[in-house]
């Protein structure tokens, strides 16, 4: 039971300090594969500390660390991923929505209030056709080209083909 306790205190620990080295990092999406080191980087620091818990007669402790290699590996993966889904989060939001065979992705780039929208017609390849700026006017929207004007308003997109067409769109939640 002393050893349960052990390695949750671990666990607890290698939480705080990974969620701050991630905090830290600020990890974006074209930072991802960062993730093949980090993983292994922390499993080995734990494999390291149990061989010297190991050479200095100390087998519980290197029994607990041996156990927290894995633990803080998953931890580390989880934590990384969430801070990636925390730095999009703060820069941008999405939407999507189908029309016939087509797939539409709208985003909004909320650090420049700009706005970028792509079509999909098959799963892993989109083209960009439309990009432009948002103003907020009271709680809606409004999106601008030098051509077109549409409105988002509670997650429905009006004026896409023609000023009255209202798209219901499905959020991307991260």
């Not at 290698?14 to 922390?42: E, H, K, R, T």
């Not at 402790?61 to 894995?70: A, E, G, M």
């Not at 992705?105 to 999909?120: A, D, G, V």
Request: glycine share 6%; with cysteine.
């Amino acid at each position: 039971m002393k050893t349960l306790y052990k390695l949750l205190g671990l666990a607890i620990i290698d939480f705080g300090l990974i969620w701050l080295w991630v905090y830290q990092m600020d990890p974006d999406p074209s930072g991802s594969i960062a993730i093949i080191l980090l993983v292994p980087f922390v499993f080995i620091l734990n494999l390291i500390i149990a061989g010297i818990f190991f050479l200095a007669k100390k087998k519980e402790y290197s029994r607990v660390f041996l156990i927290n290699s894995v633990i803080a590996s998953f931890v580390m993966f989880y934590l990384f991923g969430d801070g990636i889904d925390r730095y999009q989060e703060r820069r941008l939001e999405g939407w999507t929505f189908q029309k016939a065979d087509t797939t539409f992705s709208l985003i909004r780039w909320k650090e420049t209030n700009e706005f970028s929208m792509t079509y999909s017609l098959d799963p892993g390849s989109s083209w960009g056709f439309l990009d432009g700026i948002c103003e907020n006017e009271q709680g809606k929207w409004i999106l601008k080209t030098d051509s077109i004007k549409m409105k988002i308003d509670h997650d429905n997109l009006i004026g896409f083909r023609n000023l009255t067409d209202t798209i219901k769109m499905s959020k991307v939640e991260r």
